[in-house]
């Protein structure tokens, strides 16, 4: 089974402009998860689709960030404009069912620099 | 709200030799607790998990966690460790009531040969 793809693995941005990442998870999975790690720090919850919904956003920090999942298949993430702080690696992580003891399986991540 | 607390940000040890990583957590509950790895430029890898039943659980490639309750920890294992064990561990927790992992700071594995 293919794996969670990302895209892109690098971005390079100045600050103020707009990125967009995308995730494309296991086929079949519902639930859809992005994660950041901020310089070399903890892996931080952002947000989490079951489907097409968001079923839990508490972790975006702001409003500069926006998740889709049209269909419920890939997910996007949007950041307009982008602040130095931004500058992290993305991870988008999927798995299936609504069992609680299932493994997130990961992408490989977008690293996000933003100058 | 739970958290996960990994002490160490580093752990050295020779090729061969038994390594543990340590990990503690926080959570209300009986917790789902997660180890995964991470190679440079890859994404995380699942390693083993604890959910319920027996205290020691084994995971992918001849890695082991003990599950204490008592002193909440979930410390991974491997009795002789190997130079491509070199990477960064991550603890994660999941707390039953929820849908979302909370995941510790990571610690650094490095097998010297």
């Known amino acids: 089974e293919a794996g969670v793809t990302q895209f892109p693995s690098h971005s390079v941005i100045e600050k103020g402009q707009t990125v967009t990442l995308r995730c494309d998870p296991i086929?079949?999975?519902?639930?859809l998860y992005w994660y950041r790690r901020v310089m070399g720090k903890e892996i931080k919850f952002l947000l989490h689709?079951?489907?097409?919904?968001?079923?839990?956003e508490s972790g975006m920090p702001n409003n500069r960030f926006l998740a889709e999942r049209t269909g419920g298949t890939y997910s996007t993430l949007k950041v307009q404009p982008a602040e130095l702080e931004d500058s992290g690696v993305y991870f988008c992580?999927?798995?299936?069912?609504?069992?609680?003891?299932?493994?997130?399986?990961f992408g490989n991540g977008t690293r996000l620099t933003v100058t | 709200a739970q958290s996960v607390a990994q002490p160490e940000d580093q752990v050295n040890v020779a090729e061969g030799n038994p390594l543990t990583v340590k990990c503690t957590y926080s959570?209300?509950?009986?917790?789902?607790l997660f180890w995964y790895v991470q190679y440079p430029n890859r994404g995380l890898q699942f390693l083993l998990k604890?959910?319920?039943?027996?205290?020691l659980v084994k995971g992918s490639y001849g890695f082991e966690a003990e599950f204490n309750k008592s002193q909440t920890s979930f410390h991974l294992k491997k009795p002789s460790a190997l130079v491509s064990d070199s990477a960064l561990y991550f603890c994660?927790?999941?707390?039953?009531?929820?849908?979302?992992?909370?995941f510790g700071p990571g610690t650094r594995l490095s097998v010297l040969p």
């Open positions: 992580a999927s798995s299936s069912g609504s069992s609680y003891n299932s493994p997130l399986h």
């Open positions: 086929s079949g999975h519902d639930n």
């Open positions: 689709f079951v489907k097409e919904s968001k079923q839990d």
């Open positions: 959570v209300s509950g009986n917790p789902y």
């Open positions: 604890y959910i319920t039943g027996d205290n």
């Open positions: 994660a927790v999941r707390d039953p009531a929820g849908q979302n992992f909370v």
